[in-house]
């Protein structure tokens, strides 16, 4: 190893061109973390946020990234093994302390897990964080049975479509909203039943399809639509809030009762690595490498070419994964 390498730093909120590749000392993990050396990391709304200067709790300059793939290179502590495959997220990573836009990072060991795989690793790369979200909203924001049927508010995002992909495996009928009809392909491509061109009133063609409405609903658009998803659910069905790609996160003059529907449950998801056990992400993986499947990726990015990814996130032009190697 060498003792310095190439990160994204942002000294303040800007443009995506005020990320900037530069120079810097390789971290020194200290006992009870762990020094990665990354191979490749997937693009979050999260990172937008802190780009925008709209997340709160962040330092600057950073290097960002919410989460990352790659081998440990070190680990003081012995909780894994040199040259092992691994994926590292939340906790802080590219908010508190520096994150995974760079070719090593360090993080505490409680937020890494190991995994074992021959796909690449721009697969690999896109899949922690949007698969821990999916997985946290379906089992711990929605506590979703098999069967049940679902409507993923913002289905072409890369935690939606994970989410499709999770739900039908867990055998649920899953409808899916795109303002763009040229991308309801894509969402049929995964598996999606029933995919709703989101006009602003997506309630009334839910209930076209489901009288009674859908047992569960996932919102990652946002407070702007939050109403007309709560407006799709059946009494006593359950709504997670889990994203915001509108960048718009609260309620003004919430009064629940105006608010909520009759019934409705209303319930909000956001996790870290300990929501997903080893297991998932192995047995996720397995099937990806099987063909049984499918990893949601729109694009991948050079690691050089990171002023443009984060245009094409923040342009929202793009069905799925967005993931950067190094």
């Known amino acids: 190893m ?33 020094l990665i050396q990354v191979k490749a990391f997937g693009l ?21 990234g919410i989460e990352a793939t790659g081998v440990v290179a070190a680990c003081p502590g012995g909780e894994f093994a040199i040259g092992q495959q691994v994926v590292a997220m939340m906790g ?24 074992s795989s021959a796909l690449d690793w721009s697969t690999l790369g896109a899949v922690p964080e949007m698969l821990q979200t999916a997985h946290g909203s379906l089992t711990v924001g929605l506590d979703a049975q098999p069967r049940q049927s679902i409507l993923i508010r ?8 994970a989410t499709a992909v999770l739900g039908k495996q867990r055998g649920m009928t899953v409808l899916a909203t795109t303002r763009n009809p040229d991308r309801a392909s894509a969402l ?4 999606v039943d029933h995919v709703l061109i989101d006009d602003g009133d997506v309630a009334d063609k839910v209930r076209a399809i489901l009288p009674d409405g859908v047992d569960t609903a996932l919102e990652l658009v946002g407070t702007p639509t939050l109403p007309d ?9 359950v709504v997670c809030f889990t994203g915001m790609l509108s960048n718009q996160w609260t309620v003004r003059d919430f009064y629940p009762i105006d608010y909520l529907p009759r019934g409705v449950r209303l319930t909000a ?9 080893p ?14 499947t499918v990893v949601p990726i729109a694009r991948v990015y050079d690691f050089g070419q990171i002023v443009e990814a984060h245009a094409a996130m923040e342009a929202g032009i793009s069905s799925g994964k967005l993931v950067v190697t190094t």
């Open 154 to 161: 913002g289905g072409t995002s890369s935690v939606g479509m």
């Open 92 to 115: 802080g990573m590219g908010r508190t302390f520096d994150g995974g836009y760079a070719q090593y990072t360090c993080v505490p060991a409680a937020q890494v897990i190991a995994f």
């Open 229 to 237: 998803t709560l407006r799709s659910v059946r009494v006593h069905g």
């Open 44 to 64: 979050n709304r999260s990172e937008l946020h802190t780009r925008l200067g709209i997340a709160e709790g962040v330092t600057f300059p950073r290097v960002l």
């Open 188 to 191: 049929t491509g995964i598996g």
């Open 2 to 34: 060498t003792d310095t390498m190439r990160a994204v730093v942002l000294d303040a909120p800007g443009s995506p061109e005020a990320l900037t590749i530069r120079e810097l000392p390789r971290p020194t993990p200290a006992h009870g973390w762990v």
């Open 279 to 292: 297991r998932v992400l192995q047995d996720f993986l397995d099937g990806v490498a099987a063909g049984s």
């Open 269 to 277: 998801y956001h996790g870290d690595a300990g929501d997903l056990p």
